[in-house]
Nanobody, 122 residues
């Protein structure tokens, strides 16, 4: 099982980034996908999630209206489109997968990617 997150970088506030999560080694289309982040000195927190079929999407209040989660089961890939980035979005972003439905709970996720750094300068 492998989840490969990519697309991070150093950007200015107000700009956009799109993170990708490429999955392999499991039946991607039967797993919900989540995005989490860990800022320096803070615990890992929920950012967004999408159900296995893509119909249901969930967002943390801090990113609602700015971030969009999506997936393509045929490509075994999920994405996190991040717009209007703020310095407080600076963190390592992780993608994860779970076979359940409690998308907000970090402990419910079965597989994790290695993370990609997003740095937003003011």
């Amino acid at each position: 099982v492998q989840l490969q997150a990519s697309g991070g970088g150093l950007v200015q506030a107000g700009t956009s980034l799109k993170l990708s999560c490429a999955a392999s080694g499991f039946t991607f289309g039967t797993y919900g996908m989540g995005w989490f982040r860990r800022a320096p000195g803070k615990e890992r927190e929920f950012v967004a999630a999408i159900s296995w079929g893509g119909r249901r999407k969930y967002y943390a209040d801090s990113v609602k209206g700015r971030f969009t989660v999506s997936r393509d089961n045929a490509k075994n890939t999920a994405w996190l489109q991040m717009n209007s980035l703020k310095p407080e979005d600076t963190a390592v972003y992780y993608c994860a997968s779970q076979s359940g439905t409690n998308y907000y709970a970090l402990s419910e996720y079965d597989y994790w990617g290695q993370g990609t750094q997003v740095t937003v300068s003011s």
